[in-house]
């Protein structure tokens, strides 16, 4: 047995290696200087902008020569830039930031030097406080302290419920479909918009982006119009400038009013942010204080009702509810001294205040009814809850009535309509699902701070599930509160009027109302100003994505990155929103647009879960697909109950920016889930179509245009893209196909440079289709490879268009013709049909009309009916729409003509195609001496071809020989295809070595040159070659004189001859019957039935 023995060798020859091996490496990399086969590894958008999908794999900024250069690596080291180690990789990921998008939130500019050097702040915000608490404070809202009573009020606790669980189930179900989103890798911050736009693509990104961007905005409107109420109806009524000047005018002077105030609000609010969003987010504390706050005093002021309920008598006359602060007693009389005297009330109603006689005061009701006084707020244990369990709707003027109060029912005088609390709306409970829906919003605010959170994948989740959890907790149990505690027509009455002008929810609170009215005040500031900060980012978001060019100007800003014109366009939709001044009719409009958004937050999470697309991989695992469609229903029911006109108005803004940005062309690839969904409906598309061919109803071309290219990757006749658009109209299937002659590893670059030129002039031409460009060592074996492989299942070509070889004649390269007649021979053997358009560069440009003119069809033998098919799907476009149609179809001496004409006529009538029709007679006649020349002159043409081929064929074999004697000469046949497909540069000098016997066949060659041209002389054509050309003369003749004058003639394609001797007298015979032709489109057929005449 060999015994070996191993002994360790040290590498001291390593430091040596490279130059041993000649590779002398200079590392361009840290110069900054470029270096040969450097490509930038950062995947980018072609704008500049990174993509999101790849964010730390960039080679070109932190590879060092020790990644490329180690000793167990050899084997990768030349692929190393683009495929990094793993060591390198994780390094990156680790130091890998999540930066806001947007803009620096502070106010100082720093020099770049400073901020070069100083480090990234990372991310250190938790659940509590970079989710929970900012999720809650954008969730309550203005609804809860100015509506929720009335909503309570008008609906019952029990439809009130329904509202509150309906709203906030769907923001739940919203939430979890967010968080399966959110927390599928990192989120940078954008919230709804990024997560939607990279689900589910730019197109749907940007409208519902736009759509998020909208209801934040009207958000802004809302609250400012919200703060605006409580100001002038509760804190300074003083200050209103605008006063009713009837009973009848105090809406439109509160609007007036609201419009003015809410106009200076939002003009300060947009300064105060315009000079630094810092001031803001220092005073959110403060705002949310206040909503915590006031919350706390609502549930303190009603389980104080429980034993000392506070006191706020109503006044009611009969069953109705009177306007408490325009009077002092509520009584008819009241006593000074020993008198009974009118009471103020007594004054309001009766213009004769000095009789107390009840029979001679004006207003009937009044005399006809007592005065009574009920509490305002019983509390909780007075069971008033019976009575508030149900709802009681009203007509817009309709005067709110107590139902147990005895009352007689007499009219009234219009003049006493002001001193009674009346309905300021009519009210209905889809109503209230759009006025109470923004109060369930702000779900989004824990994922639009995605950039400062420590763990983003796990706060999101838990702190906005939770608070979605604690404000539909709150807001149920606001429901049952107030119907327990609060008089029904307290909490029908909107504006207070009849607990003596306070805010309703505030007389339940503990220790006083005014704790709710600053509390909400301050809140809905606030409110107001944490939208205006974050709508103008937001826009700046989608701005700087580029999906939608004519924002590219919001995503400017100050230098420091505010967005200025985003904050300027956001003053002024909400200055929009403003104007209508009825915080009613703003609060259906934003919730349109949020429903919108999170209508798609649930489709983006339900379609990727379906698709089972690899990347979805969610941290977050309580989702499931039916849970995001039952959101996504949920939002579309909501949307249309609310107010189905806004949501119609909504969803058309929606569409015309998704159809905008698919008509730019938003050159994006973001991974989304729309792609997926499009690969999965073709896949099964295309599975169904592989069942069988189509039937003969359904038959269209579907067409491979093989293209010809020049040196300069140029489409040589880009007049075939022209005629293959006509024909197609947008329909069916076009693959443009190209070959380039050479070596596929060598002419990579190439394929891609000569695609891409394909591409831009489909696009000119405005062909749908698909481009493939194929490598090949011969070009007729690269037009077998595309005639044979594209398309794919049922989706393949069932028609070649290719152009006509224009000067084959004058060429002594036979390839062109002889790759033409391949191509035609390759065709018939796959049953494809075929169209060759001669003259194509005469043919129509797609922006020219023919006004008049006709399309020729001459059937002249039947090979599946494309003939009457190709016209009419011609006319279909309008370059051809006004040319009329003539089919001519030939008979010949034993045929009836008459017979055939009226046969051919019933036949087009079947097939509902509207043509003339003509039976041209072609008479037996003998060969004309100009039959028997021309087939002369064509045969004596090729037989000097071939002898000029063999002559020269002989010279380049000699010269190849002496050329490479030390190499393994392929022998071959004189007319081999690889002698004729091989193209060899032709040496320029070449050294020969003649000897005796070389002379002398050199010398029998010259002398035979002469008997050659003898041979040529005294030939006699062939037979069957002269009765081919006499069919193409006559066939000409007849041609030529009926449709000289014709658009476009089709005819019949003769099939190329069996023997492939005859090739070259094949396309003379072709030339001779198209003679004199301005636009022919020569169709041979795929040998199957392709029009039918039954329906």
């Not at 002021?301 to 006359?317: R, V």
């Not at 159809?659 to 973001?670: L, V």
């Not at 002398?1007 to 002269?1026: C, G, H, M, T, Y």
Request: hydrophobic residues 40%; proline residues 4%.
């Amino acid at each position: 047995m060999p015994h070996f023995t191993v002994v360790p060798v040290e590498d001291r020859a390593q430091s040596n290696y490279d130059s041993l091996e000649g590779i002398n490496w200079v590392d361009y990399r840290d110069t900054g200087q470029g270096y040969p086969g450097h490509q930038d590894t950062v995947s980018s958008d072609g704008h500049g902008n990174h993509k999101e999908d790849s964010p730390f794999l960039n080679s070109a900024d932190a590879a060092k020569k020790s990644d490329f250069y180690d000793r167990n690596l050899a084997l990768f080291e030349e692929e190393l830039d683009i495929r990094p180690k793993v060591s390198s990789l994780l390094s990156r990921l680790v130091n890998y930031t999540n930066i806001t998008q947007g803009a620096k939130e502070h106010e100082e500019e720093e020099s770049a030097e400073a901020s070069r050097r100083k480090a990234p702040k990372s991310p250190n915000m938790g659940t509590l406080m970079g989710v929970y608490l900012p999720c809650l404070q954008n969730i309550f809202g203005v609804i809860l302290f100015l509506r929720l009573t009335w909503i309570v009020g008008t609906a019952g606790i029990v439809q009130s419920f329904l509202i509150v669980l309906m709203c906030c189930s769907c923001t739940m179900l919203t939430a979890i479909s967010m968080s399966a989103i959110a927390t599928n890798g990192v989120v940078p911050a954008g919230g709804a918009y990024f997560m939607i736009s990279r689900s589910l693509g730019p197109e749907f990104g940007g409208a519902v982006g736009l759509c998020f961007y909208l209801g934040t905005t009207f958000a802004a409107a809302m609250y400012i119009l919200g703060a605006i109420e409580i100001f002038l109806k509760y804190l300074v009524p003083q200050a209103a400038i605008f006063h009713a000047t009837d009973p009848h005018g105090g809406d439109s002077a509160l609007l007036n009013n609201m419009r003015v105030y809410g106009s200076i609000c939002l003009s300060l609010m947009a300064v105060v942010v315009f000079v630094g969003v810092k001031y803001v987010n220092k005073l959110a504390s403060l705002f949310l204080a206040c909503v915590i706050i006031s919350i706390v005093s609502i549930y303190a002021g009603a389980i104080k009702s429980i034993t000392h309920p506070p006191e706020f008598p109503i006044c009611m006359l009969g069953n109705r509810t009177l306007v408490r602060d325009l009077f002092d007693v509520c009584a008819k009389t009241v006593m000074e001294g020993n008198d009974t005297v009118p009471s103020q009330l007594w004054k309001n109603f009766c213009t004769n205040p000095g009789n107390l006689s009840s029979t001679h005061c004006d207003d009937d009701y009044f005399s006809q009814n007592n005065v009574t006084e009920i509490q305002g707020i019983p509390g909780l244990a007075s069971g008033i809850i019976r009575e508030n369990m149900w709802g009681d709707y009203l007509q817009k003027a309709e005067i709110l009535e107590k139902a147990g109060l005895p009352s007689v029912d007499v009219h009234g005088a219009m003049e006493s309509f002001g001193l009674y609390v009346s309905a300021d709306i009519a009210t209905s409970f889809t109503l209230l699902v759009g006025i109470f829906f923004p109060s369930a919003t702000g779900i989004m605010a824990g994922s639009n701070r995605s950039g400062d959170l420590r763990d983003a994948q796990k706060s999101i989740p838990v702190g906005t599930i939770l608070a979605i959890t604690t404000t539909s907790l709150v807001y149920f149990s606001s429901v049952v509160l107030f119907g327990a505690c609060i008089e029904g027509v307290v909490l029908r009455d909107k504006f207070g009027d009849a607990v003596n002008k306070n805010l309703v929810v505030g007389t339940l609170s503990w220790p006083s109302p005014w704790v709710i009215v600053i509390g909400s005040f301050f809140s809905t500031v606030g409110a107001g100003l944490q939208s205006l900060t974050g709508a103008p980012r937001l826009l700046q978001a989608i701005a700087k994505d580029n999906i939608i060019p004519f924002l590219r100007v919001f995503g400017h800003g100050k230098a420091n990155g505010e967005p200025t014109w985003a904050l300027l366009l956001t003053g002024l939709i909400a200055e929009l929103g403003i104007l209508i001044a009825s915080l009613d009719m703003v609060a259906p409009i934003l919730s349109m647009f949020f429903l919108m958004c999170y209508l798609f937050v649930n489709l983006a999470c339900a379609v990727q879960t379906l698709l089972r697309t690899p990347n979805w991989r969610p941290r977050f695992r309580y989702y499931h697909w039916a849970l995001s469609f039952l959101g996504m229903s949920m939002c579309l029911a909501l949307m249309f109950i609310s107010s189905w006109y806004y949501a119609i108005v909504a969803m058309c803004i929606a569409g015309m920016i998704y159809k905008y940005i698919e008509y730019q062309g938003a050159e994006k690839e973001w991974g989304d889930g729309i792609r997926g969904l499009s690969l999965s409906g073709a896949r099964y598309a295309l599975l169904r179509l592989e069942v069988g061919p189509p039937h003969t109803k359904n038959w269209r071309p579907q067409l491979l245009v093989l293209l010809k290219l020049d040196e300069d990757l140029h489409v040589k006749y880009p007049r075939l893209l022209t005629f293959a658009s006509q024909l197609k109209a947008g329909k069916g299937l076009t693959i443009v196909g190209s070959v380039i002659q050479g070596n596929f590893l060598e002419s990579y670059g190439e394929t891609q440079a000569a695609e891409q030129a394909i591409k831009n002039m489909m696009e000119i031409e405005r062909v749908k289709g698909f481009c493939q460009v194929v490598v090949a060592s011969k070009v007729r074996e690269g037009i077998a490879h595309l005639i044979q492989s594209c398309g794919l299942g049922g989706m393949k070509h069932n028609t070649v268009v290719m152009g006509w070889p224009y000067g084959w004649r004058q060429s002594e390269d036979p390839r062109a013709w002889k790759t033409f007649i391949n191509t035609v021979r390759c065709t018939t053997a796959a049953h494809l049909a075929l169209m060759v358009p001669k003259n194509v560069s005469f043919y129509p440009s797609n922006h020219e009309r023919f006004t008049d003119g006709n399309i020729d069809v001459w059937w002249i033998v039947h090979d599946g009916g494309m003939l009457m098919l190709l016209p009419f799907l011609l006319k279909q476009h309008k370059v051809w729409r006004k040319c009329k149609m003539r089919i001519f179809t030939v008979a010949q001496m034993d045929d009836n003509s008459i017979q055939m004409k009226k046969d051919l006529a019933t036949f087009l009538y079947q097939l509902r195609i509207e043509a003339e029709v003509e039976v041209v007679e072609m008479h037996d006649s003998d060969i004309s001496a100009y039959t028997y020349e021309r087939t002369l002159m064509m045969e004596q043409r090729s037989q000097m071809l071939r002898q000029m081929r063999l002559s020269s064929a002989e010279r380049d074999r000699e010269a190849q020989l002496v050329k490479d004697r030390h190499s393994l000469v392929r022998m071959g046949s004189l007319y081999s295809d690889e002698e004729e497909e091989v193209v060899e540069p032709p040496p320029e000098k070449v050294q020969m070595t003649w000897t005796r016997e070389k002379c002398e066949a050199e010398r029998r060659n010259r002398n035979n040159a002469p008997e050659n041209f003898r041979e040529l002389i005294s030939l006699k054509p062939d037979q069957s070659n002269v009765r081919r050309m006499h069919t193409a003369v006559k066939l000409n003749e007849v041609i030529v004189n009926k449709s000289h004058d014709a658009r476009l003639v089709l005819l019949n394609m003769p099939g190329p001859p069996r023997n492939t001797d005859g090739d070259e007298n094949y396309m003379e015979f072709l030339e001779v019957l198209t003679e004199g032709l301005e636009r022919v489109l020569l169709v041979r057929g795929g040998g199957r039935e392709v029009i039918t005449i039954y329906s």
